[in-house]
């Protein structure tokens, strides 16, 4: 998706500031609505992915001038009403419309078993590797309507497969229509030089996390 949340490599969005000291929340909110979607996790109506692909419908106005914790909060009332979790008449009373079902209630005996089994996104399919280390590789130059992990700045660049991981959920299919298409994620190598131009020190390169279905051999 070619959408304001793809910064990586763009200029003009201000200086990264370091705050000394900072506190894990800055408000008391911001820990509830983190602890809202660690809970709200427990019904299994959404993954990670679908998640990060929710974020994203944030209007692009609306996201750049939102914290991290803003967004979430937009993220998890979508999801929340268009899972059928909640309806959008819930959120903006506040009040609920019927009894919540007995079944669907996560007790706190249940809080540690939930953070303890959150679903990995490594599987272990026998899925076969389309390279390997060494291998030089081309990033696919696509422009998705929807989610994708492979960030603009590296589409259609040349690089070299660093290691590879093993075999991962692929997060763009996943996010979609919740088809896992397990396959080789891979770390790529790829000269600083190549991703912002011949202005940059050659000694410098940057690491990218690819799936087999972002790669192609160079």
Partial sequence: MNGVHDMGGM?????????KNEPVFHAEWEGRVFALRL??????????????????????????????YERVLFALENLLV?????????????????KASVAGILRVAGVETLLRNRIRARVDNNVPPKFKAGDRVVARNIHPAGHTRLPRY???????????YGVFVFPDTNAMSRDKKPQHLYGVR?????????????????YVNLWDDHLDPA
């Fill in 82 to 98: 268009e899972q059928g979790l909640v309806t959008a008449k819930e959120l903006e009373t506040g009040r609920a419309e019927g």
């Fill in 190 to 206: 790829f000269a600083a030089s190549e991703l912002w131009g011949p202005g940059v020190s050659a000694r410098d390169s940057v």
């Fill in 11 to 19: 200029h003009g969005m201000g200086p990264v500031e370091i705050e």
């Fill in 39 to 68: 809970a709200s996790a427990f019904h299994g109506k959404w993954n990670a992915n679908m998640n990060r692909y929710a974020v994203e419908q944030m209007p692009p106005a609306e996201y750049l001038a939102a914290t991290y």
């Fill in 154 to 164: 590296a589409r259609g660049r040349r690089g070299v497969i660093d290691r590879d």
